[in-house]
């Protein structure tokens, strides 16, 4: 049963750091991506990391103070949020695919496959 999984939100001070993680199971994975939606807003691109951790994608807002990263082998995703404000505010969510990437950009989220409930993150200033 194929299952995606986050975890880490919870609620800090600006200028605080969080680790997301993400574990992916139930078949093999390729490429990995976090989102975030605000309240009101839409579902947007945060970070990715694709082709077994070589390759990472980042948005402007957060290039920089976000590191994603994977764990080979594990099926396992972070995402590591340092200098956070309170624009960072949002439900973050894990996506994965399989090898299938192939002319389906990354910051788009119809280009995933699975996702995760997400996890929610606070920050206060």
């Known amino acids: 049963q194929v299952h995606v999984l986050e975890s880490g939100g919870g609620s800090v001070q600006a200028g605080d750091s969080l680790r997301l993680s993400c574990t992916a199971s139930?078949?093999?994975?390729?490429?990995y991506g976090w989102f975030r939606q605000a309240p009101g807003k839409e579902r947007e691109f945060v970070a990715a990391?694709?082709?077994?951790?070589?390759?990472?994608t980042y948005a402007d807002s957060v290039k920089g103070r976000f590191t994603i990263s994977s764990v080979n082998g594990e099926n396992t995703v972070y995402l590591q949020m340092n200098s956070l404000k309170p624009e960072d505010t949002a439900d973050y969510y894990c996506?994965?695919?399989?090898?299938?990437?192939?002319?389906?950009?990354?910051?788009?989220?119809?280009?995933?496959?699975?996702w995760g409930q997400g996890t929610q993150v606070t920050v206060s200033s």
């Open positions: 990391v694709v082709w077994n951790g070589g390759v990472t």
């Open positions: 139930g078949r093999s994975w390729n490429d």
């Open positions: 996506a994965a695919r399989g090898n299938n990437g192939e002319g389906r950009p990354v910051t788009n989220p119809i280009c995933f496959d699975e």
